[in-house]
């Protein structure tokens, strides 16, 4: 079993930024790709952004695109989610996700992903 532990989330201002830090456990984690998912009060979860295992190839939603890095630290099990210029809207659960299934690297599908972490809470203030 794979554990994710998010953290970095808080309370900015709009047009501030922020990142979002996913530690794993295990030794496996270079072979997972991983991402990011968000969840606003009342909505379905959404994907923001995902990341190949090598770090290489990524994927962002059209809604942070331009504002938004993934990236990851295969040697210290973590990926990190850095947003630019956040507005009202991004408030939501941010939660990091990672495994998908074989000859795949990223899903918009929350069920695709075979690990997910508690998440942490992004408010952005107007």
């Known amino acids: 079993q794979v554990h994710l532990v998010e953290s970095g989330g808080g309370l900015v201002q709009t047009g501030g930024s922020l990142r979002l830090s996913c530690a794993a456990s295990?030794?496996?984690?270079?072979?997972?790709?991983v991402g990011w998912f968000r969840q606003a009060p009342g909505k379905e979860r959404e994907i923001v952004a995902a990341i190949s295992t090598s770090g290489t190839n990524a994927y962002y939603a059209d809604f942070v695109k331009g504002r938004c890095t993934i990236s990851r630290d295969n040697a210290k099990n973590t990926v990190s989610l850095q947003i630019n210029s956040l507005k009202p809207e991004d408030t939501a659960v941010y939660y990091c996700?990672?495994?998908?299934?074989?000859?795949?690297?990223?899903?918009?599908?929350?069920?695709?992903?075979?690990?997910w972490g508690q998440g942490t809470q992004v408010t952005v203030s107007s």
């Open positions: 295990g030794p496996t984690f270079s072979t997972y790709a």
């Open positions: 996700v990672a495994d998908l299934p074989e000859g795949t690297w990223h899903s918009v599908r929350w069920a695709d992903y075979h690990y």
